[in-house]
């Protein structure tokens, strides 16, 4: 159990890191702090864009639509922490 218990909790402690640096890299080029016509910064933005994109295009087809105000990286990164932090013990016994 250990086998497939340690792999799955990585993979969710990388998509929990990826998401925070997006929505922090989010933040700073919304508030004009990071400008995306530099080339290191647009491949970055890119890159991660690439990488959640999947994640957060599922929960946008179930949310409302609530204008600019984009909350499918809050409730993805709720699901994360909590698969992270409860589900993955429980069912693998680790309480």
Avoid: C, K
């Avoid at 925070?20 to 910064?41: A, D, E, K, Y």
């Amino acid at each position: 159990m250990m086998a497939i218990y340690g792999p799955l909790q990585l993979i969710l402690s990388v998509v929990y890191f990826i998401m925070i640096v997006h929505i922090i890299m989010s933040w700073l080029i919304n508030f004009q702090v990071l400008n995306t016509r530099q080339p290191l910064v647009y491949q970055i933005w890119s890159g991660l864009n690439q990488l959640v994109e999947p994640i957060y295009r599922p929960i946008r087809n179930i949310l409302p639509n609530t204008g600019t105000l984009d909350l499918a990286p809050l409730v993805a990164l709720i699901i994360v922490i909590s698969l992270r932090q409860y589900v993955l013990p429980t069912i693998f016994g680790f309480y």
